[in-house]
C-alpha cells in the first residue's frame, strides 16, 4: 500500500519542531547503523558529521556532480574544487521511504533513541566549537522541510554572529509537501530569498510516475506535485537546482518518457534541466538490506536512463553550456512575486 504522506508529514512534523522553545528534532549518530558508513566519527555530539562531498566517484562513467561545490565555491569566492567538506546535521524524520535511501528506515520516523531536539544557536556553538570548522554546512534528512522553519532560523542565527558572508548553507528537498508555504511567515520568506550564502536542491525522485512511486512508494500522482512545488520555489529567485534519481521497475519507454521528463523541466525553466544533476544510486549499507529482484532491474534501468538523458541534454544545449559551471547557469529570475500567494 502507498504511503499517506500528507498524513505522516502532520505527524512527523508535530514531532519534529517545537515551535516556543525554538528546536529541533536532529538525528544523534551514536550507535546507529549509519554511523558505520561514516568516514569519521560523529561530532557535534553525536549530532553532526563531516561529509566529503566529491565530483566524481571512483571510476565510474556516470556524469560528475558538482553540486554543492561549485554554488559554494561561487558564493564564498573560493577556488574551484573537486571536494569539499561540509558540516551536516540530518533531520530526524522523512515523509518518504525510498528504496535506496543510505539512511536507515529507523533514522527517519522521529525516533526517540536516535534524536534530540535542538536550537540553532546550540547547533552553531557545536559547529564553530572544533579545529577546523568546514566552509558549508549542510541541512538534510530526511526531508528537511517537514520543518521549513529550520532553514531562516539558521541563518538569522548565522547573520547575529556576522557569519553570512563566511559560511555558505545548503538544504536538501525531497518536493513533498507545501510546508514552506503553509507555514513559513513573509518576513521568514523574505530572509531566504534575499540571503546572501544560500543554496536549495529539489530531488525528484524518478522520471515518470511510475519510478516514482516505485523509488519513493508513495502516491504516483505525487510525481506530478514535485513540478508544481519546483515552479513555486523558482518563483523566490534563489540559487535553486535539481537531483533527479532514475531507477524504474521497468526499461519499457525509458527514452520517450526521458524526453517528457525534460520537456517538463524546461516547462519550469528553459535552463533548468543544466541545473539538475542525476544521482547514481549505489549500494550504501543499509541499501544492500532493501535489495530484491525489482530493486537490482532498477539499478540495471537507472543506465539506460542515464543515457537517455544525456542525450536528451545534447540535443537541446550547445557543448559550451553544458560545460558551464553549474553556479553560472541563470534561471529567470523570480518573475512572480513569491508575496502574493
Ligand atoms: S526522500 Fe530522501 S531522506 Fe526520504 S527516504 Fe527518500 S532518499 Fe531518504
Redesign the pocket.
Known amino acids: 500500500m502507498a504511503i499517506n504522506t500528507e498524513a505522516l508529514s502532520v505527524r512527523y512534523r508535530a514531532a519534529s519542531i517545537d515551535l516556543n522553545g525554538k528546536r529541533l528534532l536532529i538525528t544523534n549518530f551514536r550507535n546507529t547503523e549509519q554511523e558505520k558508513d561514516l568516514s569519521e566519527p560523529p561530532n557535534c555530539g553525536g549530532v553532526g558529521r563531516i561529509r566529503h562531498f566529491r565530483r566524481t566517484l571512483g571510476n565510474s562513467d556516470w556524469p560528475p556532480n558538482p553540486l554543492p561545490i561549485d554554488p559554494a565555491c561561487k558564493a564564498l569566492g573560493l577556488q574551484s574544487t573537486d571536494m569539499i567538506r561540509a558540516q551536516v546535521f540530518q533531520s530526524a524524520a522523512?515523509n518518504?521511504?525510498?528504496w535506496y535511501?543510505f539512511?536507515p528506515f529507523d533514522l527517519?520516523s522521529a525516533n526517540p533513541d536516535y534524536s534530540e531536539l535542538m536550537s540553532p544557536a546550540i547547533l552553531i556553538d557545536r559547529y564553530l566549537d572544533q579545529p577546523n570548522p568546514p566552509p558549508m554546512i549542510d541541512l538534510t534528512?530526511?526531508?528537511p522541510d517537514l520543518v521549513p522553519e529550520w532553514v531562516p532560523w539558521m541563518m538569522a542565527e548565522l547573520r547575529n554572529r556576522g557569519l553570512e558572508h563566511q559560511v555558505y548553507l545548503w538544504s536538501d528537498d525531497?518536493l513533498s509537501n507545501d510546508y514552506f508555504w503553509q507555514f513559513l511567515s513573509e518576513a521568514d520568506i523574505e530572509l531566504i530569498a534575499t540571503y546572501p550564502n544560500y543554496g536549495r536542491v529539489c530531488?525528484f525522485k524518478g522520471f515518470n510516475a511510475e519510478s516514482f512511486a516505485f523509488n519513493?512508494r508513495a502516491e504516483p500522482a505525487l510525481f506530478d506535485q514535485q513540478f508544481e512545488l519546483m515552479k513555486k520555489l523558482l518563483t523566490l529567485g534563489i540559487d535553486l537546482y535539481a537531483y533527479a534519481t532514475f531507477t524504474a521497475p521497468s526499461r519499457d519507454g525509458i527514452e520517450e518518457d526521458m524526453r517528457s521528463f525534460v520537456d517538463r523541466l524546461q516547462m519550469l525553466d528553459e535552463n533548468l534541466p543544466l541545473r539538475t544533476v542525476p544521482l547514481q544510486i549505489q549500494e550504501f549499507t543499509p541499501v544492500k538490506q532493501r535489495l530484491n529482484s525489482a530493486t537490482a532491474d532498477a539499478l540495471q534501468n537507472q543506465q539506460i536512463a542515464i543515457e537517455a538523458w544525456v542525450q536528451e541534454l545534447e540535443t537541446r544545449f550547445s557543448s559550451e553550456k553544458r560545460a558551464s559551471n553549474i553556479a553560472d547557469i541563470p534561471l529567470r529570475k523570480g518573475s512572480v512575486s513569491h508575496l502574493t500567494h
Open positions: 522523512c518518504w521511504r525510498c535511501c539512511v527517519l534528512g530526511g526531508q525531497n530531488c519513493t
